[in-house]
């Protein structure tokens, strides 16, 4: 059966829209103007200005932005100066009960010349000259001060006691490390046995300067000076040892040559430089020349011979048996 065709059907059409709607474009809020903009109008608004270095460090921290300029932080602040400053007071003042803080100053204030010269001098003393120590006009306007180091090679110094012992410390440690042995107690080992053997030096010298009659008003810090200035020796001694033995350690003839070398070079200093400490000069100021007879004059060389006795011991046999003792740890 046949389908009835009918006629041709038009073209679809697609509806076009009679009206044409805008559609908003969403926009964010612009900022606000102390944000937007720092000293001028930006052309962009849309746009924000990069911030200077500084700039807005106050709102930062929000609520805390404004804490260094609380009255109550400011007086905290006060406080804990004022703090601060009492207790350096009182340390200084309790301190100056044992060591004067001024005194001490003294025997720091060196320079780079006066450390190398010194060095120099501990280590070949043999053709130095003169030994005596100048003087001249106190802070204060007294006469017979002693300058300070950096003015005067032979005045002792601090400086280089303090930083041979360190090295000391530190060297030690390192060779410890070389041969694979090292420990961290090392260091409290090798600081305790230095510091003990310095402490066993002074407190017998100040024993020997009890017993002979010996004072002086700088005594204490000057024999202490002198007690460091052995670890320059001990130092030149474990270097040269250890580098010329290949690591073997001191015990070598060539450790052994540069010890009794450093060993006389630091005896010779000591016995140059601790005569105005040791052997005073008496003065004859307060007696008169009557007084000055052959029993006075005996006596006064008598117990010069015993004060240059125990400088000799001192810086003979005691040096001996600690440098070797610092040497061997």
């Not at 065709?5 to 969403?26: A, K, W």
């Not at 300058?147 to 303090?162: A, G, H, T």
Request: proline letters at 8%; one cysteine or more.
């Amino acid at each position: 059966m046949q389908r009835p065709t009918y006629g041709q059907s038009p073209p679809l059409h697609h509806p076009v829209p009679q009206h044409v709607s805008t559609v908003p474009q969403l926009r964010s809020p612009p900022p606000p103007a102390s944000q937007s903009s720092y000293g001028g109008n930006s052309p962009y608004p849309g746009q924000q200005q990069p911030q200077q270095p500084g700039a807005g460090m106050g709102n930062m921290f929000g609520q805390y932005g404004n804490f260094i300029n609380d009255p109550a932080a400011q007086l905290a602040s006060q406080f804990g100066q004022t703090a601060f400053r009492q207790g350096q007071e009182y340390i200084e003042s309790n301190v100056n009960r044992f060591v004067s803080v001024g005194a001490l100053k003294h025997y720091f204030n060196v320079s780079n010349g006066y450390v190398l010269n010194k060095l120099f001098l501990v280590l070949f003393p043999w053709r130095h000259k003169p030994w005596s120590r100048k003087q001249g006009v106190g802070p204060n306007g007294q006469e017979g001060w002693f300058l300070p180091p950096r003015d005067d090679i032979n005045s002792p110094d601090m400086y280089i006691p303090v930083m041979s012992l360190v090295t000391y410390i530190f060297l030690s440690a390192l060779i410890a490390g070389l041969r694979g042995q090292f420990r961290p107690e090392l260091f409290g080992y090798t600081a305790s046995t230095a510091l003990v053997l310095v402490l066993v030096e002074i407190l017998g010298l100040k024993f020997g300067c009890y017993l002979l009659n010996i004072s002086n008003e700088s005594q204490l810090l000057d024999l202490v000076a002198y007690s460091g200035y052995k670890f320059v020796g001990v130092i030149v001694t474990i270097c040269i040892a250890e580098t010329g033995s290949g690591g073997k350690g001191t015990g070598g003839w060539i450790g052994w040559g540069v010890f009794l070398y450093v060993f006389l070079a630091n005896s010779l200093f000591l016995m140059r430089s601790l005569r105005y400490v040791l052997l005073p000069e008496i003065s004859d100021n307060s007696r008169g020349p009557m007084q000055a007879n052959s029993m006075q004059t005996g006596d006064t060389r008598a117990r010069r011979n015993q004060r240059t006795q125990f400088l000799f011991f001192y810086a003979y046999p005691v040096q001996l048996f600690f440098m070797w003792l610092l040497c061997r740890a």
